[in-house]
């Protein structure tokens, strides 16, 4: 049975938010509201009506209405800072939020106050931007990523950060700049978690590759529980900082972290793998998120008899999936030398579709804005450093084409971790076992 939202009276979208029940529209306007500090005042007598089919609503009753459904300001977390923005972009931005993104509530995918945000489940293909720059995302390359679709041509020219996006809070760059940023501290986490010099993380303010292809330790089973347990850490500090999180349900926070997880330890894999080698071997080298290695081609190393498990075992689960995931997702990333801002998007886009299927409306919403963002942003950072468009086309191509092959990779490395589960085939830690039985 649905639940009516207690602000704008709609049927079907209520949900938990900030200690009361609200659409995901009336959730996001208290939100930037209280996040921003804004003071609306009515035009009227302060008794307006809020109802989700009115196309203009006083937003001043509308924030009243929200405190008296039991909204708490407290709740809301805290606006997150960027100290490398520029201050006229930065001022432009939040400017920008005020004046345009409260001018059409276009955040709740159920509420008739939804003009350009349908639902990917219910468009007849047409997807619009919620809010978008001509120089984002206008007159780029034509994708056939499905659930990005076509940008809406606004009439005002815009910066690039102030491309604000009315759910998570925040512009195409930023959202970039967020899942760069998460792979630089990645990164820097394995360096203190499985390296001998981990203050080099700390002192050389390193950022780049944490692990030496100098002697590398042998992959085991026992050493692929313990860096699990790791990249459920490193999964976990990503969700909590991922904007629109905190706008989830528990059981959607839980879907989304179980995606987070998994692709944590599978794509960056491929990536250290690609950094540590960066020319394929005869025999190929795959590095894993520990620094630990195993070859490909003759089994000589990294695939020795362990107290659990004898290395024909592990050949049987393994060795298959391990050599197509070379074939499949660590070469292509060495052929199109793929920059670590191109992988930082190929990451974030692939965290968003691996658990697509089983995503509610709601995520749905969230995961529409992140993916739009993330190819606006990777857009303008391929005007900054790529003059010829055709490559420009290509390259971005390539990073959507290898979506496809990642999310089955993904469901691949699902099915091998949910038989080890049911027949007791290796050691699976406590947190993975629940995940597996979302």
């Given amino acids: 049975m649905s639940t009516k939202c207690l602000v704008c009276e709609h049927p079907d979208g209520g949900s938990a938010h900030f200690g009361s029940t609200s659409c995901l529209a009336c959730a996001a306007f208290f939100r930037r509201t209280v996040s921003l500090n804004i003071n609306f005042v009515c035009k009227k007598d302060n008794n307006c009506t809020i109802y989700h089919e009115l196309r203009m609503i006083c937003r001043a009753c509308r924030f009243e209405k929200c405190l008296a459904a039991g909204m708490r300001r407290e709740c809301v977390q805290k606006r997150r800072s960027n100290k490398k923005t520029p201050k006229k972009y930065a001022d432009t931005s939040v400017k920008n939020e005020i004046e345009d993104d409260y001018a059409e509530d276009n955040t709740d995918n159920n509420s008739p106050m939804s003009v350009g945000m349908k639902s990917p489940a219910t ?30 041509k606004i009439t005002r020219a815009q910066t690039p950060c102030s491309v604000i996006f009315p759910n998570i809070g925040v512009g195409s760059l930023d959202v970039l700049r967020f899942y760069v940023d998460q792979l630089r501290h990645s990164m820097n986490r394995r360096r203190i978690m499985f390296t001998e010099n981990p203050l080099a993380a700390l002192v050389e303010d390193g950022c780049g590759m944490p692990f030496s292809s100098k002697n590398p330790p042998p992959h085991s089973l026992q050493r692929q529980f313990e860096s699990q347990r790791f990249d459920n850490l490193l999964a976990f500090d990503f969700c909590k900082l991922c904007p629109g999180f905190d706008l989830l349900e528990p059981m959607e926070k839980a879907i989304f972290y179980r995606s987070c997880s998994l692709s944590y330890c599978l794509l960056d894999i491929a990536w250290l793998t690609v950094q540590a080698y960066p020319v394929e071997h005869e025999n190929p080298l795959m590095m894993f998120s520990d620094g630990s290695i195993c070859t490909l081609g003759d089994m000589s190393y990294g695939w020795e008899d362990e107290e659990e498990i004898c290395a024909l075992e592990k050949k049987k689960l393994f060795f298959s999936f391990l050599k197509r995931f070379q074939e499949a997702v660590c070469r292509p990333l060495r052929w199109h030398n793929i920059t670590e801002v191109e992988f930082a998007a190929l990451k974030g886009l692939g965290i968003w579709k691996l658990g697509y299927c089983e995503y509610t409306q709601h995520i749905k919403t969230i995961a529409k804005e992140h993916e739009i963002a993330i190819l606006s942003g990777l857009k303008s950072y391929y005007e900054e450093t790529i003059s010829d468009p055709l490559e420009v086309g290509n390259r971005l191509g390539n990073i959507i084409l290898m979506l496809g092959t990642i999310f089955e990779m993904n469901h691949l490395i699902l099915e091998t971790f949910t038989s080890a589960e049911l027949f007791g085939l290796f050691k699976i830690d406590t947190l993975t076992e629940m995940l597996l039985a979302l």
Avoid: Y
């Fill in 123 to 152: 468009s007849n293909g047409q997807l619009d931007s919620p809010i978008t720059s001509e120089k984002c995302f206008n007159n780029g390359p034509s994708t056939s990523f499905e659930n990005v679709g076509k940008s809406q």
